[in-house]
T-cell receptor, first 113, second 113 residues
Framework: DVKVTQSSRYLVKRTGEKVFLECVQDMDHENMFWYRQDPGLGLRLIYFSYDVKMKEKGDIPEGYSVSREKKERFSLILESASTNQTSMYLC????????????FGSGTRLTVV | DQQVKQNSPSLSVQEGRISILNCDYTNSMFDYFLWYKKYPAEGPTFLISISSIKDKNEDGRFTVFLNKSAKHLSLHIVPSQPGDSAVYFCAASAQGGSEKLVFGKGTKLTVNP
């Protein structure tokens, strides 16, 4: 089974802190994604990456950046956390050309106080 | 501009009856559609998909119907079981879109014993 592992299930951070959310997948997938899920808004794409050191903005990239130095790891960075970034963050990966095989991590519930 | 719409935030059905979840889309470039199921504090899991060249796909109790002319798809669950209670997300992707998914806002299904 493909495993997508998000390093933290729950995080509490202070406003203005720099926050790192880590995601690791173990199936050599090219494509990796970061979404956030908010009640009534569904899943919204923040950033995605289709190769090492490649990244593209999703629908709501403001306030976020990403890093992909190795194929298996995709990090989401909140440069200066704000309360409106309190959310459930979901990482996913899929191999190129496979349209069914999206696999999500269990999510990180981030609270910014 | 919402490209994938799930207009019913919630649905409640009796155990053993049919559950019908609906989804509309606006982007004509979408050619692949998926349904994901999500329990609280877990990542979404893939349920069923359909290509735009088909109008129906069935997998056990789950059937997805696609009406391309109406840009509408639906998920039928028969018979519904209490374990089906979850949030269901409709998602769509376009060929050549780096497997990027666009999600609806979700429908919370409650199956009552």
């Amino acid at each position: 089974d493909v495993k997508v592992t998000q390093s933290s299930r729950y995080l509490v951070k202070r406003t203005g802190e720099k926050v790192f959310l880590e995601c690791v997948q173990d199936m050599d997938h090219e494509n990796m994604f970061w979404y956030r899920q908010d009640p009534g808004l569904g899943l919204r794409l923040i950033y995605f990456s289709y190769d090492v050191k490649m990244k593209e903005k999703g629908d709501i990239p403001e306030g976020y950046s990403v890093s992909r130095e190795k194929k298996e790891r995709f990090s989401l960075i909140l440069e200066s956390a704000s309360t409106n970034q309190t959310s459930m963050y979901l990482c996913a990966s899929i191999t190129g050309g496979d349209r069914d095989g999206y696999t999500f991590g269990s999510g990180t519930r981030l609270t910014v106080v | 501009d919402q490209q994938v719409k799930q207009n019913s935030p919630s649905l409640s059905v009796q155990e053993g009856r049919i559950s019908i979840l609906n989804c509309d889309y606006t982007n004509s470039m979408f050619d692949y559609f998926l349904w994901y199921k999500k329990y609280p504090a877990e990542g979404p899991t893939f349920l069923i998909s359909i290509s735009s060249i088909k109008d129906k796909n069935e997998d056990g109790r789950f059937t997805v119907f696609l009406n391309k002319s109406a840009k509408h798809l639906s998920l039928h669950i028969v018979p519904s079981q209490p374990g089906d209670s979850a949030v269901y997300f409709c998602a769509a992707s376009a060929q050549g879109g780096s497997e990027k998914l666009v999600f609806g806002k979700g429908t919370k299904l409650t199956v009552n014993p």
